[in-house]
């Protein structure tokens, strides 16, 4: 890509945060009111995104770089290659596509931004030189030690940050957002890829298989109280309360019981706290989901966390352990593919479903281009 074409496909238009607005493409929606507002110079288009406010394309990105797994999954649902680099590629679990024909992705392929002991450095975003970064600054100079606002100007210089933390609700620096759910960031991203057909397609999917649940989903009643917990290995656990962020869809759909929020123990995003068997033992939830292991298949989960528990003079006494009741309890990042395969899996784990609540092959068939 020339510098030439890199001034002109990276333009940015910043209203100090101010959301106002939404999007209009020019030649797919008329420049009416379309319920968002937005705006069209041209061939460039607008799209809103809070925190960041209003972000101008000149035209839609072809290269990017992206916070998690969240957003590298909504672009390939959107039919884009994968990111560049995510702060933590091992955490984006790629194995999930082996769910859905004719889609993949090697994980191998993309760079972590973050090292362990440097966090993020600056200037490996001058040596991607993507077209957007779909990252919460916010995200940046909250979460890592190094980052002020002039960095993320010198960033944007680059090109446009285009990101919220969609994935937790919990922590301080973002308590003010505008929150969105999952399908809302996802329309988002689609605007900006200029791929809102697919969008609108996996939105048609989604209905569909939320109206699935409906039907596996017993009385309220009759629905289990899990917990959500990762374990350190020590036997002790971070507690993970269920809240409105984006992690935590699947078992919002399916209407479980929070036994940890029916308790005084308080959130791992906000406390930094753990827990111990003493206090499971007080709370004994009937199933206990674990987070942390998706890169490993039950069969290996079952032979270390679950061997482990068995093996605790404590552990051993939980309701959940003793009826072979504890599950990996799904990713911290999901984005519209792969919520549809853990919310499968997580139906299954709860409810016993054994019947296949979405169509692989619509979705591989969106992804495509052939639906």
Same mark, same amino acid.
């Given at each position: 890509?020339?510098?030439?074409?890199?001034?002109?496909?990276?333009?940015?238009?910043?209203?100090?945060?101010?959301?106002?607005?939404?999007?209009?493409?020019?030649?797919?929606?008329?420049?009416?009111?379309?319920?968002?507002?937005?705006?069209?110079?041209?061939?460039?288009?607008?799209?809103?995104?809070?925190?960041?406010?209003?972000?101008?394309?000149?035209?839609?990105?072809?290269?990017?770089?992206?916070?998690?797994?969240?957003?590298?999954?909504?672009?390939?649902?959107?039919?884009?290659?994968?990111?560049?680099? @995510?702060?933590?590629?091992?955490?984006?679990?790629?194995?999930?596509?082996?769910?859905?024909?004719?889609?993949?992705?090697?994980?191998?392929?993309?760079?972590? @931004?973050?090292?362990?002991?440097?966090?993020?450095?600056?200037?490996?975003?001058?040596?991607?030189?993507?077209?957007?970064?779909?990252?919460?600054?916010?995200?940046?100079?909250?979460?890592?030690?190094?980052?002020?606002?002039?960095?993320?100007?010198?960033?944007?210089?680059?090109?446009?940050?285009?990101?919220?933390?969609?994935?937790?609700?919990?922590?301080?620096?973002?308590?003010?957002?505008?929150?969105?759910?999952?399908?809302?960031?996802?329309?988002?991203?689609?605007?900006?890829?200029?791929?809102?057909?697919?969008?609108?397609?996996?939105?048609?999917?989604?209905?569909?298989?939320?109206?699935?649940?409906?039907?596996?989903?017993?009385?309220?009643?009759?629905?289990?109280?899990?917990?959500? @917990?990762?374990?350190?290995?020590?036997?002790?656990?971070?507690?993970?309360?269920?809240?409105?962020?984006?992690?935590?869809?699947?078992?919002?759909?399916?209407?479980?019981?929070?036994?940890?929020?029916?308790?005084?123990?308080?959130?791992?995003?906000?406390?930094?706290?753990?827990?111990?068997?003493?206090?499971?033992?007080?709370?004994?939830?009937?199933?206990?989901?674990?987070?942390?292991?998706?890169?490993?298949?039950?069969?290996?989960?079952?032979?270390?966390?679950?061997?482990?528990?068995?093996?605790?003079?404590?552990?051993?006494?939980?309701?959940?352990?003793?009826?072979?009741?504890?599950?990996?309890?799904?990713?911290?990042?999901?984005?519209?593919?792969?919520?549809?395969?853990?919310?499968?899996?997580?139906?299954?784990?709860?409810?016993?479903?054994?019947?296949?609540?979405?169509?692989?092959?619509?979705?591989?068939?969106?992804?495509?281009?052939?639906?």
């Amino acid at each position: 890509m020339t510098d030439e074409r890199n001034r002109t496909r990276r333009t940015v238009l910043r209203t100090g945060g101010v959301i106002a607005g939404g999007i209009a493409l020019a030649g797919c929606i008329s420049g009416g009111d379309d319920g968002g507002g937005g705006s069209t110079d041209g061939d460039s288009y607008a799209v809103t995104m809070p925190p960041v406010g209003d972000v101008e394309f000149e035209s839609a990105p072809e290269t990017w770089v992206a916070n998690n797994g969240s957003w590298a999954d909504m672009g390939v649902a959107l039919g884009q290659d994968p990111p560049e680099a @995510l702060w933590m590629p091992s955490r984006y679990h790629t194995h999930y596509y082996d769910e859905i024909p004719d889609v993949g992705v090697d994980g191998e392929s993309i760079d972590a @931004l973050y090292e362990d002991g440097a966090g993020v450095d600056k200037e490996k975003f001058y040596d991607y030189e993507a077209d957007v970064h779909v990252i919460d600054p916010n995200f940046l100079q909250n979460r890592y030690d190094g980052w002020d606002e002039s960095d993320v100007d010198d960033v944007e210089q680059i090109a446009p940050f285009f990101g919220n933390s969609i994935f937790s609700r919990e922590y301080e620096w973002h308590d003010d957002y505008e929150y969105l759910t999952l399908y809302e960031a996802f329309e988002k991203l689609s605007q900006v890829f200029q791929e809102e057909e697919r969008y609108d397609a996996f939105e048609s999917l989604h209905g569909e298989f939320q109206s699935a649940l409906e039907d596996v989903v017993p009385p309220e009643g009759d629905r289990p109280a899990v917990a959500i @917990l990762w374990p350190n290995g020590d036997g002790t656990f971070l507690p993970y309360l269920i809240s409105e962020g984006t992690s935590f869809k699947q078992w919002r759909d399916l209407g479980v019981r929070d036994a940890l929020a029916e308790s005084d123990v308080d959130d791992f995003h906000s406390s930094r706290g753990q827990v111990d068997y003493e206090t499971l033992l007080e709370i004994d939830p009937e199933i206990i989901l674990c987070r942390g292991y998706e890169g490993s298949s039950a069969e290996e989960f079952r032979e270390t966390v679950v061997a482990d528990m068995e093996g605790d003079a404590a552990g051993s006494k939980l309701t959940a352990v003793q009826n072979d009741d504890v599950y990996r309890g799904g990713p911290l990042y999901q984005g519209p593919i792969t919520n549809l395969v853990v919310t499968q899996r997580a139906a299954e784990q709860v409810y016993d479903v054994d019947e296949r609540l979405f169509d692989p092959q619509a979705v591989s068939d969106i992804v495509n281009g052939d639906a």
